[in-house]
């Protein structure tokens, strides 16, 4: 069963073919009711690209995944359709910000 949005697999597939032609649009989608991706396009030749994750939650964790088995599933789902464009997840995405009950959670995947 698929837990990622088909809008954000869409997103994912947009940013995915936009890499082919060298313009990738960001990707700005909403997971569930409070989990949030966001991928940013990269910056001139950069071979990576920001991903983060924007979950309502008033604790933070070291890492997204550790909010629990469906984040961590949606998180898997996203990775597993960044992997099929040949894009690398980072191994974990770990918390580096806050803005009151929104924790954000980041890493780098590394484009083909």
Do not use: K
């Not at 700005?28 to 990269?42: F, G, M």
């Not at 088995?69 to 789902?77: E, H, L, N, Y």
């Amino acid at each position: 069963m698929n837990h990622v949005p088909d809008e954000a697999l869409a997103a994912i597939d947009a940013f995915g073919e936009g890499l082919l032609r060298a313009d990738p649009p960001p990707v700005r989608e909403r997971l569930r009711s409070d989990l949030r991706l966001r991928i940013d396009a990269p910056s001139g030749d950069e071979r990576t690209a920001p991903c983060s994750f924007d979950i309502d939650h008033p604790t933070p964790r070291a890492t997204l995944r550790e909010h629990g088995s469906f984040v961590a599933t949606i998180a898997d789902g996203v990775d597993d359709r960044l992997a099929a464009w040949g894009i690398r997840p980072p191994d974990a995405y770990e918390h580096v910000d806050a803005d009151g009950d929104v924790q954000r959670y980041q890493g780098d995947v590394l484009l083909p």
